[in-house]
């Protein structure tokens, strides 16, 4: 277990060194028609581009009518904004993403946030196993920061956590909720149905943890939270990592099937956007992307995630080098013992290929024969991978920008001064990926949008968004359950 500060400056992102396919010198005419067909294949048009947010503006006005539709749009239960003059130190637990986290959040005022959190990984065995396991884990590595960090509770009193748990949660107050389905390649058994916060809270009780689940959060709405305490005109949080989603605040009356008690005007709603086009009616997916869903642990679902998140577009992209290495297309037909492996072509290979600039594309070679174990590797090939992996992951940014521009158009947002915090390390890392999306947007609405929309990173606004979750939820203790 490692404790690891947050950092305080944000890493320069390389921007992308594109290769245009007309400049590889190909093998064969055969070789060049096969990428002639994935360009084609995996390029968003701006038409297709339109009519994916058309789509999925339907989506997001049928979820926000009923229950069980295809965009959740889940009712976070989370009213009020923030303005930056808050005060308080409250602790976040973070499930979800590569890492469970466990942060103390201390709120200073003036926009000011001081946190402090460690960091624990899951065994791959524990999202697959059962439940109870897998929450008498966070409970640990909960007591086992209070430790750490020698924070001492006095008497009766019991800390107040908020729990970012990053799956689809069906929740029916602040602090309660049933699982939807699993995401992400967690599976662990016995959960759908049943709510997260009542496990956590067992847990915490077996191992007498003087710990309170307060509130339990999307990290999309911990993020857009996270982001608001110092730009007050945000009005979504987006997560673009290991999984994908977005919130954003919509008026009540909007949503229709909202049956709870608030005096609030505005609440904010958990799309669950990841599960977008599960009718498969839109996406412009592709065989590779079959391939990949089939072998994944939730099959037929997600299929958008999917497409746009960082778990996903390194195995997309090992399966078009597969199917041409098998025509021959690629390394003379030969593939590397590790290449031949589920998984093993990760999204970060993808950012460091994307952002080589080097004629000889070195760092492509690096990944290939060093990383991959690929004993040789021609130019050319090494060309034909960088146009892959640059297709699959434009193709991404591309997607991300429709669902951004659905939000855009529902809410008018465009049209003012507004601001979207995305979390995430496919923004925070991959070259491009903002660029790419701010290009679709004005596609979608013309040069406007840059004046008003910004794109900004809320670094780990996952965690610090839990902890003012907490708080939002002790402020606004008048939400009442549906
Ligand atoms: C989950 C969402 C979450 C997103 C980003 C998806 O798999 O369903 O709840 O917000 O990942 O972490």
Redesign the pocket.
Known sequence: MSSTPIASKIIPKAARAHLDPANIEYTSEKQKNAVAALVEEFTVTPELLKSIQKNFMEGMKKGLKKDGETLAMISSYVVGRLDGTEVGSYLALDV??TNLRVVSVHLNGGGEITTRQTKYRIDEKLKVGDAKSLFDFMAVCVDSFLDEHQIVVRGDAQIELGFTF???VLQTAINRGTLITW??GFNASGMVGKDPVALLQDAFNRRHTPVRVAALV???VGTLLAYAYNHPETIMGV?L?????GAYIEKISNIEKWKGKTTADEMIV?M?F??FDKERVILPLTMFDNKMDRKSVNPNK?IF?KMI?GMYLGEITRNILLNLIDRRLLFEGNVSADLNQMWTFETAYMSSIEADHSPTLHETRKILESTLSFPSTTLNDRQIVKTVVELVGKRAARLSAAALAGILEHTGAWKHKSAIGID?SLFEYYPSFDTDIMDGLEEVFGEEVRKNVSLGLAQDG?GVGAGLCALLAAKNSATKDA
Do not use: R
């Open positions: 979800g993403g990053s799956f689809p995401t992400k999307n990290d999309t997560i990592g290991t999984g994908c989603n958990n669950e990841g599960a997600q995630e998140a995430g996952s």
